[in-house]
């Protein structure tokens, strides 16, 4: 067995033992990403020789300090938004194709700390604006499990990197469903954190109140486990938060007493009917372990949509104010005076989403139309974080739903209708808009496409959708994850 | 519904240059997105607080120490600019010279 192949445990169980070398395992991932990546395009940087430079000096580091570690040696991928020191980060944009970290990201340091390997870094929508990587910079993403597929987005190139086989484990970012739509369309697990509870500095800055980093396994041990590392207060981050709830390890224990809500607004029209069918197998099997299930609602659903759209927009226009090819970036050195430099720059530097995405945010920022979108829409996002609220008032341990209305869909099928790929998000918003975590998981495939069912907690209650992803992983679903 | 002027005065705002055919474009695709996005506006928000943000943290302190940042660090983010004359970040006259 090809050793990229393994689970992150598995991996870690066996470099324990001595049965390979980091090295070893580094280049089996290297080769898998030479062999598919040039028709999937997952990364947009692969570090071969650091790869294999780091992977030696951690086999030194074991040879002296053992496996201390349930990440040390283990290859990783890392989405192209967030910061590794002396290498390009682009963040998917023509306008960043040069830019060099100057510093890692809170993350990167906490991931250097247990040893692990960066193999490379994945390909995502532009400045992780979009719902299926089309929107890059460097061309887009096909899904390994059919190549005419979209692999989801933003967060489409960790995803990809992770079902091909290319890395074990990867990290991601969400503001709108990036790293949970994704892992849905892949066939893998993704986890959202609670806002708050990983640090985003380093992170390139979408939509500040929303962004979260988060990771995705290829089963739910190993997205936890990625979890647990990159987890914790940073004082480089002020809206990081330490937990009262660390996040463990899943066990497989009995779910007796555990009360699940069915948000009635996440099973309506749109929903595509497969999808919904499989939803209710995992309802069945659930309440076969003693689970019981409660229909809730969640009233302010159907405007979460609209709502995203207004705040993320918004934020994002003042976060990208900063690319002006002055500080660093591509800079067009065209035209007479400054003006001309910040125009011709971000017309050339930024693609058309991230172009249409400042415009919207500038507009209902604007004077006269403030308070009619934007501060309507932070009113409406106060409304939506009171109907989960009141949910979790019921005693509901966590909320089980669909994490997209449908499977992929075909490249080019919807880049010409921005509102139809904005459809996309319609389960996963809510999450972002509330500050609570969800996990995407494997439900089964439709069309011989993966589709993923979510779980969503309350504040930092990670543990309880975790050991229910874990029960779904081992009695529902079984073998549909490496660990099923 | 926006206007083709309106894109104009706001692509001037965000310092997008946009060729006419462009401005047409995000035109229609704006007005689109407003439109869905405007259902918010019937919803009764009366007495409703703004959400302020992600975080339920308030005020956030720490001490004002100086940082540790070196030297070599604050170089590297200089090193970074595309126009340079020694340790300074140069850009072009805000004003045209007559």
Redesign the interface.
């Known amino acids: 067995m090809k050793l990229n192949k393994l689970t992150i445990t598995q991996a870690h169980h066996r470099l324990k033992k001595k049965e390979f070398s980091v090295k070893e395992l580094t280049k089996d991932c290297l080769n898998e990403i030479k062999k598919q990546d040039s028709k999937i395009n997952a990364f947009i940087t692969v570090f071969e020789k650091q790869a294999i430079k780091q992977a030696e000096e951690i086999d030194k580091r074991i040879r002296v300090q053992g496996v201390d570690n349930l990440l040390t040696g283990i290859p990783l991928g890392i989405k192209d938004n967030i910061l590794i020191k002396d290498t390009i980060c682009t963040g998917g944009s023509q306008i960043l194709k040069n830019y060099q970290a100057s510093y890692d990201a809170t993350v990167i340091k906490k991931l250097r700390q247990q040893g692990v390997v960066f193999l490379g870094k994945t390909n995502l929508d532009e400045f992780a604006m979009g719902s299926s990587t089309e929107n890059s910079g460097f061309g887009p993403t096909k899904n390994p499990h059919n190549l005419e597929h979209v692999p989801g987005g933003s967060s489409g190139g960790s995803a990809a990197a992770l079902a091909g086989q290319m890395c074990l484990g990867a990290l991601g970012s969400d503001t709108g469903g990036s790293i949970r739509q994704p892992a849905s369309f892949c066939g893998i697990v993704g986890i959202k954190p609670s806002y708050g509870r990983v640090s985003r500095y380093g992170l390139m800055a979408m939509a500040s109140s929303l962004d979260q980093i988060g990771s995705l396994g290829s089963c739910v041990d190993d997205a936890a486990i990625l979890l647990q590392a990159i987890e914790g207060k940073d004082s480089l981050d002020s809206t990081s938060k330490q937990s009262d709830y660390p996040i463990k390890i899943p066990e497989l224990k009995s779910l007796k007493n555990f009360k699940i809500g069915l948000p009635k607004e996440y099973f309506i029209q749109g929903l595509d009917l497969e999808i919904k069918e499989l939803i209710d197998k995992v309802i069945k099997k659930l309440q076969g372990q003693g689970v019981e299930f409660v229909e809730v609602s969640l009233p302010n659903t159907k405007h979460a949509l609209a709502c995203y759209y207004i705040i993320m927009p918004a934020e994002v226009s003042a976060n990208l104010a900063r690319y002006d090819g002055i500080k660093y970036g591509l800079s067009s050195a065209q035209g007479k005076d400054l003006l001309d430099v910040y125009l011709n720059s971000r017309s050339q530097g930024f693609g058309e989403e991230a172009q249409r995405r400042i415009m919207l945010g500038a507009y209902t920022l604007s004077a006269g139309y403030y308070d009619a979108y934007y501060l309507q829409a932070q009113k409406v996002r106060t409304l939506i974080k009171q109907d989960f609220e009141r949910v979790w008032q019921q005693n509901i341990d966590c909320l089980l739903t669909p994490t997209t209305p449908t499977p992929a869909w075909k490249i080019g099928e919807k880049i010409n209708d921005p509102l139809s790929m904005y459809l996309a998000d319609v389960y996963t918003v809510s999450v972002n808009l509330a500050g609570l975590p969800g996990i995407s998981l494997p439900a089964g495939k439709v069309n011989d496409l993966p589709v993923g069912c979510q779980l969503i907690g309350n504040h930092f209650q990670e543990n309880k959708i975790l050991q229910v992803a874990k029960t779904i992983e081992k009695a529902v679903f079984v073998g549909l994850t490496k660990n099923g | 519904m926006?206007n083709k002027d309106?894109?104009k005065h706001?692509?001037k705002?965000?310092?997008?240059?946009?060729t006419e055919e462009?401005v047409n474009k995000?035109q229609k695709?704006?007005t689109?997105?407003?439109h869905?996005?405007?259902?918010?506006?019937e919803?009764d928000?009366k007495n409703?607080?703004?959400?302020?943000?992600?975080?339920?943290?308030k005020n956030?302190f720490?001490e004002d120490e100086s940082g540790t940042r070196i030297w070599e660090?604050s170089q590297?983010?200089v090193d970074?600019?595309?126009?340079k004359q020694k340790d300074l970040?140069k850009?072009?006259?805000?004003?045209?010279e007559s």
């Open positions: 926006i309106q894109v706001i692509a705002l965000t310092r997008l240059k946009l462009k995000y695709d704006l689109k997105i407003l869905y996005v405007g259902q918010l506006q919803i928000t409703i607080p703004p959400c302020s943000g992600g975080t339920d943290l956030v720490r660090e590297k983010l970074q600019a595309p126009s970040i850009t072009k006259g805000v004003f045209i």
